[in-house]
């Protein structure tokens, strides 16, 4: 089976611009997760879905925001872009959601 | 507030070696800690997980140590090789996040 992929890989945006990452679970993968990485805070959870559904929201400002397509297939957007939203973000699939999470190589978000 | 607390934050070890990673956490509520690792330019992929019901877990040169009443948890790995240099993470879960350590950099050297 493939893997979670995330597209793109690399993307360089400027303060106040948004920005749309995607996310292809492994198929037949349902939950669909997001996680932000930095350096200083680590990994962060961002939030969930399963069956187009938010289910689990992590503590983040509403700029960030995610939705679930029918396939499964998931997008995150981030608008008024911060230099702080530079980061690391990570995609992760599981069948359900409660079981092992299956992460994607991320995509690379500079803000200048 | 870090809900699960991971040292050391960088580890070297000599080949052959064996390296041990610790983690604490505080919400009783937590039944899965799964541990990941992650190379550079990579997502972190599952390692090794284990549940609140069993002590210890090895699969091949990687155990899990579970302690439910210390609320502590650790990664060993015996007979470290080069190739297992990279970040190790321990995490917590109790539904559908994880809680993720701030990460362990491992060196194996040979």
């Known amino acids: 089976k493939a893997g979670v992929t995330q597209t793109p890989r690399y993307l360089i945006k400027t303060r106040g611009q948004q920005v749309t990452l995607s996310c292809s679970p492994i198929s037949g993968h349902r939950s669909v997760s997001w996680y932000q990485q930095t350096p200083g805070q680590g990994l962060q959870f961002l939030f969930e879905?399963?069956?187009?559904?938010?289910?689990n929201k992590g503590n983040f400002p509403g700029r960030f925001s995610g939705r679930q397509f029918s396939n499964s297939r998931s997008e995150m957007n981030v608008s008024t872009l911060e230099l702080g939203d530079s980061a690391l973000y990570l995609c992760?699939?599981?069948?359900?959601?409660?079981?092992?999470?299956?992460f994607g190589p991320g995509t690379r978000l500079t803000v200048l | 507030q870090q809900q699960v607390k991971q040292s050391p934050q960088s580890l070297i070890v000599q080949k052959g070696g064996i390296s041990i990673i610790n983690c604490a956490y505080e919400n009783t509520a937590f039944d899965y800690f799964p541990w990941y690792q992650q190379f550079p330019g990579k997502g972190p992929a599952l390692l090794i997980a284990?549940?609140?019901?069993?002590s210890e877990k090895k699969e091949g040169r990687f155990t899990i140590s579970f302690n439910k009443s210390a609320k502590q948890f650790s990664l060993h790995i015996m007979d470290s090789q080069p190739g297992d240099s990279a970040t190790y993470f321990c995490?917590?879960?109790?539904?559908?996040?994880?809680?993720f350590g701030k990460g362990t950099s491992l060196l194996v050297t040979p």
């Open positions: 879905y399963f069956s187009e559904t938010q289910r």
């Open positions: 992760a699939s599981s069948l359900q959601g409660r079981d092992t999470q299956y």
């Open positions: 995490a917590a879960s109790m539904g559908y996040a994880l809680n």
């Open positions: 284990i549940r609140p019901d069993v």
